[in-house]
Structure formats: C-alpha cells, structure tokens
C-alpha cells in the first residue's frame, strides 16, 4: 500500500514539471481574449526559450574604434540649423515596456519637448520656422487621403454618438420599465388594501349583527345580500360545505320546488305537523263580531281596515 | 528576393567654398532586384520605403538590387551617385525587413531588423506636413548612455536631418521626427507640429499639438561594422534573436501543446492499468 502511494507522489511531481515547462502551450485556447495577444505571448515565451538554451558568447566592443568613428561623422563646427537635433532633457524610463499607452504618451512627451525647444532655437538662428497661412505646397498626404481620413474621423465620431444615444435609449427603457413595475406594484397593493378593508367591514358587521340586528339597515350597501338575516341558517350549512351559494331566486324555487335532499315525503303531514296549530288561523271561516266584511281582513290585526271606497274616494 | 531600397545622402563640408561648413544635397534612390519576385514584396514593406522616400527629400531611390551576398557593389553605387549615406532595405521570407544604414564609402554600417511597422497611409494617422519641409529630430537622451547607440544617433542626425537649401525642401519646419530607446529597441515616429487651435483654427502660440503623420516603426540593432557594409564588427547585440528562430521556437511551443495531450493520455492509461483493483472474491455474492 505505501509503496503505491510513493509511486503516485512520485508522479505528480513529474507531472507539474512537466506543465511548468510547457505552461503556455498548454493553455486552453478560451484563456485567452483575443488571438493577437495568444500570439504575442507566445512569442514571449518563445524569447524566454530562446534566452535559456542560448549559451552568451564573450561579447568585447570596440569602444575605442567606437568613439573614434562618432568624433571623424560628427564635425562639431557644424552650426545647429544644419541638423536640427534636439537630444531630450530627461531619459525616457517606464515602469512597463508592454503598455503601448504608456510608451506612445513618453515618445509623444518627448516629441513635443523637442518642438518646443526647436521653435524657439530656429527663431533665433533667424530663419521661419511656421509656414504662412498664403504659402501652398504640395503635401506629404494628398487632399484625397486626407478627405478619407476626415471622413473616417467623422464616421468614428458618428458611430459613438450612435452607441451614446443607443446606450441612453436602453437606460430610458430600462428606467421606463422600472415605473411600469412600481405603478402595477402599486395598483396590486390598492387592491389587497380594499380587499382588507371589506374583510374588516364584513368581521365588523357579523359580529355586530349577533349583538344588534338594528345595525343591518346600515350595512345595505356593503357585502353581498345573501349574508343578510333572512337566509343566515342556508349561509351557514354552506359555509360548512365551503360552497358559493346560488342567487336568492334560485334559492326561493329551490325552497318551493325542493332541491337536494330527499323529495319524497316532504309533503307529508307528520306527527309534528299536524300537532302545529301556529299557521292555523283561528278566525278563518268564522264571520267576526262587529266586524264587517270576509273573514280574513280580521288575520291582520295589526293593520287599518280598509276604509270604503267612496271614503277613499274622497281621501284623494 | 531582397527588397532593396538605396538613399544617399551628399554632405561634403567644403571648407573653402564658404566660412561655414556647409551641406551639399543630391537625391538619388536605387531599387534593384529580381523582376519576378517584385509583386512577393510584402506591401507594407514598400509603403514604408515609399514614405520614407517622401519624407526625405535630399534621397535618391534606386532601382532592386539583384544580388544578396555581394553587398559591396552599394559602396561603388553610392560612389557612383556622389552619395555619403546609403539606407538599403533588404527583405527575407517576405516577411522579414532588415535596414542597413551605412555611411559609404568609409563606414560604420549598422544593421537594423525592422519591427512593427505602421505606414503613412494608414487612416488613424491623421497628421500631415509639407513635402519636403525640414524636420526637428528629437532623440532620447538614453541615446548618449552607450556608445553603440551614440553612434546609431550622431549616423541618424546625418540620415534623417534635411540639410538647408536642399532642392525640393522647403525652408519651414513642421515636423519633428522622434527617436526614442524603450525596451533596448530603437522607436520611430513622425509627428506633425500643430500650431492651430484644431477647432476655431486660429493660430494658439503658446499650446503646440503634435498629430502624428507616420510611418511609425521600430529598430532593433543587430550589428555594427566598422566598415560599409564590410569589416570587423564593432557590436553585437547579445539580446537579438532572428525571427526565424523565434518563429521555430514558438512552433515548437504550439506542438508541444499537442505532444502534451499525447503523453499525459499515455501516462494516464499506464497509471490506471498499474492500480487495477483486485478481483473481490465477495463480489458476486448477492448476485
């Protein structure tokens, strides 16, 4: 068992030498952005090889062989305008040779310190140094390269207010979205509050219908009709069933016709039934005392009797 | 196949034909080579030439030269043309462009492998100056660090400056031509001089702009002779790598990549066969 496991150690170790060596290659193709920088890195790492199997030759200069050739080229009584060499104050050093901006920025730098100084030493040597507005020459780049390079100017520059004007179009939308969202957020919420409040209204009016039921005028108009008074025994066997209950016409045949529920026998007398004497009306077929007119007009005591029609006649 | 483009430059100092020294100029170019493998020139590598030509009044462009081994026939050339300074182009593997810049007939020669190169007309180079206007060159004070590289500086004053009165020139300046050293490599730009508010166009004295005009590119010294295009040589760049042999190493590289998958699927398959478990006795039991 250990003696595999050593192998194995082994192994491994061999295997990262082995990657280390060949890191880059080795590198899936997806590590990298773009194909360019695939290419430059891998020249890099091809210096890098190069470098390590070079052996460095004893290189000797020449120095004195050197300096004597630059003294015989360069006459020193060669007045400067001949020339016009401006070598720079300061030396150029970056912090990284592989940031093109960096290196185009040090040159541009360089460049412009050399102009500058340059104008001011042709000035004073005595001859022009800017050309005047009227002199025209033949230039470097003709007109018709110049006029492609302004149209790819103004085309570069369309091209970004383009994106520009893309870009705050999606931010508007993106915003616009935003509100929609809120004001049907909103809409939800006023929803579920009125909800709340009929829930709370119709808690309300249960429980104050048990204490009262003096309110109920008052309630009318809140809530369905079907939780009044009249049908609260049907409401409440079908709150049991969970059921919807049907309209009150619906519920009035049913009550007539017979709905659910066993039919037969329903309009049989029972024993019950025959020993209730309450809808009996006593009065019925029996002509009153004092009174005039049918027998049922004495039913409803409560109520003034019909006055005579020459009376009613004349109340009009 | 080499590309060759010749610019010689006359700056006899006469002495006695005035008080101060003076420089002569004649323009003269020779381009020679062979005729077939004339369109194989890489395009860029001819714009360049072409550019630097425009650039340069005081040069002459010659035709190809047609051979490779015997360079000394450009001192004779240059001779020939009463020249003094030679820049010959000589293009390998159409891809590859070397510059030899040489002060015939005595020497030093310093040879140069071109890199990155960036033509005039390429349209993000948005300056442009008089044709034939003289330059300020602008040099890196890394230049007087070493003396290989003050000798690539005081050969390039020579080269690259227009000397007054040159036929074609115009007596403004409004260019400068920088050279700088970064990264022990010597880089080329051109830039145009702008004295014009880009906007109003009215003329701003104090704010100087540069726009750059081109060619850009970068020299990588290889050698220095101490003679033209012959004789002992002076340096060596120890940190120069031929593109070919970049260009091998970094194939090498990318196979490697493919030998790698090989081997480790090898050596996995050997790995595996080599901690095969046992057969369990137990195995079929429940079966």
């Given at each position: 068992?250990s003696?595999?496991?050593?192998?194995?150690?082994?192994e491994?170790?061999?295997?990262?030498?082995?990657?280390?060596?060949?890191q880059?290659?080795a590198?899936s193709?997806?590590?990298?952005d773009?194909e360019e920088?695939r290419?430059?890195?891998?020249?890099?790492a091809?210096?890098?090889s190069?470098?390590?199997?070079?052996t460095?030759?004893?290189?000797?200069f020449?120095n004195?062989?050197?300096s004597?050739l630059i003294k015989e080229?360069n006459p020193?009584s060669l007045p400067w305008i001949?020339r016009?060499?401006?070598t720079?104050?300061?030396p150029?050093t970056l912090?990284?040779?592989t940031?093109?901006?960096?290196?185009?920025l040090?040159?541009?730098?360089?460049?412009?310190?050399?102009?500058?100084?340059?104008?001011?030493m042709?000035?004073?040597s005595?001859?022009s140094?800017?050309?005047?507005d009227?002199?025209?020459?033949?230039m470097?780049?003709t007109d018709?390269?110049?006029?492609?390079?302004?149209?790819?100017?103004?085309?570069?520059?369309k091209?970004?207010?383009l994106?520009?004007?893309?870009?705050?179009?999606?931010?508007?939308k993106?915003?616009?979205?935003?509100?929609?969202?809120?004001?049907?957020?909103?809409?939800i919420?006023?929803k579920?509050?009125?909800l709340?409040?009929i829930?709370l209204l119709?808690?309300?009016?249960?429980?104050?219908?048990?204490?009262?039921?003096?309110?109920?005028d008052f309630d009318v108009?809140?809530?369905e009709?079907?939780?009044g008074?009249?049908?609260s025994?049907?409401?409440k066997?079908?709150?049991?069933?969970?059921?919807?209950?049907?309209?009150p016409?619906?519920?009035?045949?049913?009550?007539?016709?017979?709905?659910?529920?066993?039919?037969?026998?329903v309009?049989?007398?029972?024993?019950?039934?025959?020993?209730?004497?309450s809808g009996?009306n006593?009065?019925?077929?029996?002509?009153?005392?004092g009174?005039?007119?049918k027998?049922p007009a004495?039913?409803?005591?409560?109520?003034?009797p019909?006055?005579?029609?020459?009376?009613?006649?004349?109340?009009? | 196949?080499?590309s060759?483009?010749?610019?010689?430059?006359?700056?006899?100092?006469?002495a006695d034909?005035q008080?101060?020294?003076?420089?002569?100029?004649r323009?003269?170019?020779?381009?020679l080579?062979f005729?077939?493998?004339?369109?194989?020139?890489?395009?860029?590598?001819?714009?360049l030439?072409?550019?630097l030509e425009?650039?340069?009044?005081?040069?002459k462009k010659?035709?190809?030269?047609?051979?490779?081994?015997n360079?000394?026939?450009?001192n004779?050339?240059?001779?020939l043309?009463?020249?003094?300074n030679?820049l010959f182009f000589?293009?390998r593997?159409?891809?590859?462009?070397?510059l030899?810049a040489?002060?015939?007939?005595?020497?030093?020669?310093?040879?140069f492998?071109?890199l990155?190169?960036?033509?005039m007309?390429?349209?993000?180079?948005?300056?442009?100056c008089?044709?034939?206007?003289?330059?300020i060159?602008s040099?890196?004070?890394?230049?007087?660090?070493?003396?290989p590289?003050?000798?690539?500086?005081t050969?390039?004053?020579?080269?690259?400056?227009?000397?007054i009165?040159?036929?074609?020139?115009?007596p403004?300046?409004?260019?400068?031509m920088?050279?700088?050293?970064i990264d022990d490599?010597?880089?080329v730009?051109?830039?145009?001089?702008?004295?014009k508010?880009?906007?109003?166009?009215s003329?701003?004295n104090?704010l100087?702009?540069?726009?750059?005009i081109?060619?850009?590119?970068?020299?990588?010294?290889i050698?220095?002779?101490?003679?033209s295009?012959n004789g002992?040589?002076?340096?060596?760049?120890?940190?120069?790598?031929?593109p070919?042999?970049v260009?091998?190493?970094i194939?090498r590289?990318?196979?490697?990549?493919?030998n790698?998958?090989?081997t480790s699927?090898t050596?996995?398959k050997?790995?595996?066969?080599?901690?095969?478990?046992?057969?369990?006795?137990?195995?079929?039991v429940?079966?």
């Open positions: 068992m003696d595999s496991e050593d192998w194995s150690d082994y491994i170790e061999q295997d990262d030498k082995e990657l280390n060596s060949h880059l290659a590198k193709d997806s590590d990298y773009s920088e290419e430059a890195e891998l020249e890099l091809a210096l890098k190069i470098r390590e199997g070079k460095i030759k004893e290189i000797t020449e004195d062989a050197i004597a080229i020193e001949e016009c060499s401006i720079s104050s300061t150029i912090q990284d040779v940031n093109d901006i960096e290196i185009e040090a040159i541009y730098q360089q460049a412009l310190e050399a102009a500058q100084e340059g104008k001011k042709v000035l004073k005595n001859h140094f800017t050309r005047p009227d002199y025209f020459a033949e470097v780049k018709e390269d110049m006029e492609k390079i302004r149209s790819r100017l103004l085309q570069e520059h091209s970004i207010q994106s520009e004007e893309a870009k705050k179009q999606r931010e508007l993106k915003f616009g979205k935003k509100v929609q969202n809120e004001k049907l957020r909103e809409r919420d006023k579920r509050q009125t709340n409040n829930e119709k808690k309300k009016r249960k429980s104050s219908d048990n204490a009262d039921s003096f309110n109920d108009a809140i809530g009709d079907y939780t008074t009249a049908t025994n049907n409401s066997s079908n709150k049991k069933n969970g059921k919807p209950l049907p309209n016409k619906r519920r009035a045949k049913n009550d007539r016709y017979g709905h659910g529920g066993s039919k037969r026998g309009k049989r007398n029972t024993q019950d039934s025959i020993s209730d004497v009996i006593q009065n019925k077929g029996r002509s009153g005392f009174k005039r007119g027998g004495s039913s409803k005591a409560g109520k003034k019909r006055l005579g029609k020459s009376r009613r006649m004349s109340s009009k | 196949m080499a060759i483009y010749k610019k010689f430059t006359n700056a006899d100092s006469s034909h008080q101060t020294p003076k420089n002569k100029q323009i003269f170019n020779i381009l080579e005729s077939i493998i004339y369109i194989y020139i890489y395009y860029r590598h001819r714009h030439i072409k550019d425009i650039l340069l009044p005081q040069s010659d035709s190809k030269l047609d051979t490779k081994k360079l000394d026939v450009l004779e050339l240059a001779e043309n009463n020249c003094n030679v000589e293009a593997r159409h891809e590859d462009l070397y030899w040489s002060r015939a007939p005595s020497g030093p020669s310093i040879k492998h071109v990155n190169i960036h033509t007309s390429e349209l993000k180079l948005t300056g442009n008089l044709k034939g206007s003289r330059p060159l040099f890196d004070s890394n230049f007087d660090s070493s003396l590289y003050q000798l690539v500086k050969l390039f004053e020579q080269i690259f400056s227009v000397p009165g040159t036929r074609k020139s115009k403004f300046f409004d260019h400068v920088s050279f700088s050293i490599k010597v880089w730009r051109n830039y145009q001089i702008s004295e508010d880009p906007e109003t166009g003329d701003t104090q100087t702009t540069l726009v750059e081109g060619p850009r590119f970068v020299l990588n010294v050698r220095i002779f101490e003679g295009f002992r040589t002076l340096f060596e760049n120890p940190e120069f790598n031929t070919t042999a260009k091998s190493a194939k590289l990318k196979s490697a990549k493919y790698n998958r090989v699927d050596r996995q050997m790995k595996e066969m080599k901690h095969s478990l046992p057969q369990d006795p137990l195995d079929n429940f079966k």
